[in-house]
């Protein structure tokens, strides 16, 4: 907010996990910003995410990437003089959600899920994230470590599962699940989480996801 009142710009990633509350601190930021009559402009990387966001559009979407991105793409839709161009010249803020999704050329035209490089080795992946771009070195990296998904009235019993679960993802994010390893490594998953595909995986997966669906059809 100190970088917005300013006028300084700055480059912000908040690195943090499930349940400790980067949707509220999003949806803080465009509330406070819009009430003081300058223009936010949420994105995200995928669709699903974009939904979560006060008047969200996927970062495509908005700013006119094109879907086969290279070093010298460029956004079709900013050209000088354009809406879009007036419309980002207006800025105050841009929040991008899920923004190590996307390659590092995406974020270079306008200023860890990974990107999906077709055949790409770990080295191209990994050179194809967010922190390989020169722009990481002028970025500060802000963290959200609290579940605040535990600090809700819910039983000691389940506190202590969700907590158990939310370190146990962690662990596999940060590469530390399995042991020691060189990238790759063996992870157990609990049964108590996992869905018995049976004989139809697709349709074992509808029914633990949707119980009962065809009851509630139609009503």
Request: charged content about 20%; proline content about 5%; some cysteine.
């Amino acid at each position: 907010m100190d970088v917005v009142s300013s006028q300084e710009g700055g480059v912000f990633f908040f690195y943090s996990y499930r349940g400790t509350g980067k949707t509220y601190v999003w949806k803080t930021l465009c509330y406070t910003v819009r009430k003081m009559g300058e223009i936010v402009l949420p994105v995200a990387s995928s669709g699903i995410a974009s939904l979560l966001l006060p008047r969200g559009r996927t970062a495509h979407s908005r700013f006119g990437i094109p879907l086969n991105v290279t070093e010298n793409s460029t956004c079709a839709g900013i050209r000088p003089g354009s809406d879009l161009a007036d419309l980002l010249i207006k800025t105050k803020l841009i929040i991008w959600d899920e923004a190590p999704m996307m390659h590092k050329y995406c974020s270079k035209h306008l200023i860890e899920i990974l990107p999906v490089v077709p055949k790409g080795t770990r080295q191209d992946i990994v050179f194809a994230t967010v922190n390989s771009s020169y722009l990481w070195d002028s970025c500060k990296v802000l963290t959200l470590t609290r579940n605040m998904r535990l600090q809700s009235g819910s039983s000691k019993s389940s506190a202590d599962e969700l907590r158990e679960f939310s370190e146990w993802i962690l662990s596999v994010g940060d590469g530390k699940a399995g042991g020691p390893n060189d990238g790759e490594a063996v992870i157990e998953v609990a049964k108590d989480i996992l869905i018995d595909p049976g004989l139809d995986p697709i349709s074992a997966i509808v029914d633990s996801t949707y119980p009962n669906l065809h009851d509630h059809l139609g009503s």
